[in-house]
Structure formats: structure tokens, C-alpha cells
């Protein structure tokens, strides 16, 4: 029920987002609460179903063409799923628009839903037809936008989605004229009377104004509190990637070419008694014949009247010394470097 919620408050921000009139919500949520009763649904598909409900709802809801010169906006699938996040691609939302209109197996475009709006417009003008000869003090009603606005809050909570249309309209139209303490007693008597016309018990009636009364002392409460927390932006890692935010602020600096000092041809070591002859088949014939006592000419001779101080190894006549010092060599036997 929670990310049912959380759907319908995604297909409210829809809504004001494109600019569309209150019925496109409405018939986007009896949409999708139609077709979860019928159907069980995982909760990963959920997003998936709100989005083609929503998108149904564009497709078969008159827009504002009739009040003004605007026309009809139908919001194209793959900004629904760019925009709403719901991790679902436009042919996803293809596939569950058919999935939805064969399961509830009705044309919307002859047939609409009816809404707890369609049942809030009626009453209402049939609440002021029957209680404006009355007044004792006549009073301008509530204006019918903030009743279609407080509605829309009570629609997006799974609490006020087991009670009918008729009982969330007669709940809060009985909610806003209650306010009106001089003619309390007139607006009672007409709310009665519709609610015998609606065949709504009193039980239910109760049951259905509790939690409408709720609803917007939650709604009034959030508000008017004052946002105490900093404002934190939580992005996911594919949202992030695709709005880039520090990418505009970013300069293109050309790239600064280091000064490169002489290359010196690679120094062969040794071969060790330990290493495989494997490691210096690699190299070229090139680096082999480079002559190393040209860069790396062989120490003098020390003098004849110098006596070293260690005692000098007698070296036998066939053995060459070599032009340059070797490498110390690690004996693996002791673990200890020659």
C-alpha cells in the first residue's frame, strides 16, 4: 500500500508537470487501482503499471481544448519514463497498456471511469441548488478548485481507496460547509438528503469522514510546519549520469605537453643462475648488439704502489674481468644476497 501511495503521488506531480486537468489524475488512479484488483502484481511492476495507467488516462481524458485554446497534450512514453524514473522503457509501457486494457476489457474512450470527481462536481452544484434559498446568511461556498485539490490529497492514500466515490465527495463536502457555523444546521440537512439519494449508510458515512478528517489534518499539519531539515538532493547513479550538474562548470584546458628528456636504451641485467631463460628471449637483436662499453666504459686498474685492504682473490688466466661491475646476485638456498 505504501509504494501504491508513493504511484499515485508520482501521477499527481505528472499531472501538474504536463499541465493536464484534475480528471487525467483521477482516471489514472481508478485505472491503476482497477486493474490491481483484479490483478496480483509484484511491487517492482507497480512504477511500470502507474506510468501506462497514466498514459492511458492522457489518451482517453479530454484536456482543456474545450475551456480554452489549448490543445490536448498526450505526453510522449519515453519522457514518462525519463521523467517519472521508473526504471522502465517506453516499449514496457506499450506492452502493459495492452496487458491493462485486455484484463479490464472496456473502451475508456466510450465508457470513462467514475471518479470521486465526477461525484464531487455533481454534488456540489446539487448541495448549492439546495441550500442557497435557505441561508440565513448567505456566504460564498468553498470554491470548487480547493475541494478538487484537497480530493486529489485524499486520492493519493490508500485509506480512502476502499470507500466509494459518492462517500469520499459526501465526506468532504460535509467536512468544508461544517466550517460554516451560521448556517451549520442548512448544510447538514442538504448532506443528508444527498446521502439518502446516494444510498450511503451512516456507518459508512462515519467510517469514511474520520478518515477524511484525518487525511487533512495530516495534509494542514505538513503545510504549515516549518521545513527544519537542509535541503539534500538524493540522486541515483543513473540520474547523476544523466543530468551531469558540474559539467557545465568545468573548463577545457588544452593538456600541457611535459618536456621529455633523452631516452636511454634499456639496461639488460645479467642473467642470474635463478631465472629462466625465458625473460630475455623477448628482446631484439637491436638491444643485443648494443655496445654497453661505450656508455658504460670498464673502472681503471688500480695502482700498483696501493695495497687494498682485503686480501686479493687469485683469478685464474682463462677467466675474463668484466667490463662492468655485476648485479648482486640472491642465493635462494641461504636466503641471503652473494
Not at 119 to 148: D, E, G, K, Q
Not at 166 to 188: M, P, R, T, V
Request: charge should be positive; glycine fraction near 2%; hydrophobic fraction near 35%.
Amino acid at each position: 500500500m505504501r509504494m501504491r501511495n508513493g504511484s499515485a503521488h508520482v501521477l499527481r506531480c505528472l499531472k501538474v508537470w504536463y499541465d493536464l486537468p484534475p480528471d487525467t489524475f483521477f482516471n489514472a488512479v481508478n485505472i491503476m487501482d482497477r486493474f490491481l484488483t483484479r490483478m496480483k502484481a509484484q511491487p517492482k511492476h507497480l512504477s511500470c503499471i502507474a506510468v501506462s495507467a497514466f498514459h492511458l488516462s492522457c489518451q482517453f481524458t479530454p484536456g482543456y481544448s474545450h475551456l480554452r485554446d489549448i490543445p490536448q497534450v498526450i505526453p510522449d512514453s519515453r519522457d514518462l519514463t525519463t521523467i517519472s524514473q521508473c526504471k522502465c522503457s517506453s516499449g514496457d509501457v506499450t506492452r502493459m497498456e495492452r496487458i491493462i486494457l485486455d484484463k479490464l476489457a472496456t473502451d475508456l474512450r466510450c465508457q470513462p471511469p467514475v471518479t470521486p470527481l465526477t461525484l464531487l462536481r455533481v454534488l456540489y452544484a446539487a448541495h448549492n441548488h439546495l441550500a442557497a434559498p435557505l441561508l440565513h446568511h448567505p456566504t460564498l461556498p468553498p470554491p470548487l478548485t480547493t475541494l478538487i485539490h484537497k480530493l486529489e490529497i485524499v486520492e493519493c492514500d490508500s485509506a480512502a481507496a476502499t470507500f466509494r466515490p459518492s462517500e469520499l465527495a459526501l465526506s468532504l463536502l460535509a467536512l468544508e460547509f461544517g466550517q460554516d457555523n451560521g448556517n451549520k444546521h442548512i448544510h447538514h440537512a442538504c448532506i443528508n438528503h444527498l446521502q439518502n439519494i446516494c444510498k450511503v449508510t451512516y456507518h459508512t458515512f462515519d467510517q469514511c469522514q474520520k478518515v477524511v478528517a484525518e487525511l487533512m489534518d495530516q495534509y494542514e499539519n505538513q503545510r504549515h510546519s516549518p521545513h527544519r531539515q537542509r535541503l539534500v538532493w538524493k540522486l541515483s547513479n543513473r540520474t547523476l549520469r544523466q543530468l551531469r550538474p558540474t559539467d557545465k562548470f568545468t573548463t577545457r584546458l588544452p593538456t600541457i605537453v611535459e618536456m621529455q628528456g633523452p631516452s636511454h636504451p634499456p639496461i639488460i641485467r645479467p642473467r642470474m643462475d635463478s631465472e629462466s631463460s625465458e625473460m630475455y628471449l623477448s628482446s631484439s637483436e637491436e638491444e643485443m648488439d648494443y655496445d654497453y662499453d661505450e656508455e658504460f666504459p670498464p673502472l681503471p686498474a688500480p695502482a700498483a704502489s696501493m695495497k687494498s685492504p682485503r686480501k686479493s682473490v687469485s683469478q685464474s688466466p682463462h677467466k675474463k674481468t668484466p667490463a662492468f661491475l655485476p648485479y648482486p646476485q640472491f642465493n635462494r638456498k641461504h636466503n641471503r644476497i652473494a
